[in-house]
């Protein structure tokens, strides 16, 4: 099993920064991607940003060229960079955890609001 602990989220102006941070704990050996996804009220999931063991990212088209994910192999964290957020970024974000075993891990979720 593997335990995620978000941290960071909270309200910030548009154009402020944000950082979110993600710890994983239990078998953090066996966890191979890991990444960001969002939810707002009466809508699914979605990714938003998500980083492979080797440092292989993806974002969405929404995020990208504003978010930047990052992640400590050694430490078994990720964290998600909010730069010049938006208004429609405001939402529930969670950490995800992809396994070898093909295991989805999903932690407790952090608001997010962004308002002026």
């Known amino acids: 099993q593997v335990q995620l602990v978000e941290s960071g989220g909270g309200v910030v102006q548009p154009g402020e920064s944000l950082r979110l941070s993600c710890a994983a704990t239990g078998k953090i050996d066996s966890i191979n991607g890991m990444g960001w996804y969002r939810q707002t009220p009466g809508n699914q999931r979605e990714l938003v940003a998500a980083i492979t063991t080797s440092g292989r990212t993806h974002y969405s088209d929404d995020v990208r060229g504003r978010f930047t994910i990052s992640r400590d192999n050694t430490k078994a964290s990720v964290h998600l960079d909010m730069n010049s957020p938006k208004q429609e970024d405001t939402a529930v974000y969670y950490c995800?955890?992809?396994?070898?075993?093909?295991?989805?891990?999903w932690g407790q979720g952090t608001q997010v609001t962004v308002s002026s």
């Open positions: 995800n955890a992809y396994t070898d075993y093909e295991e989805d891990y």
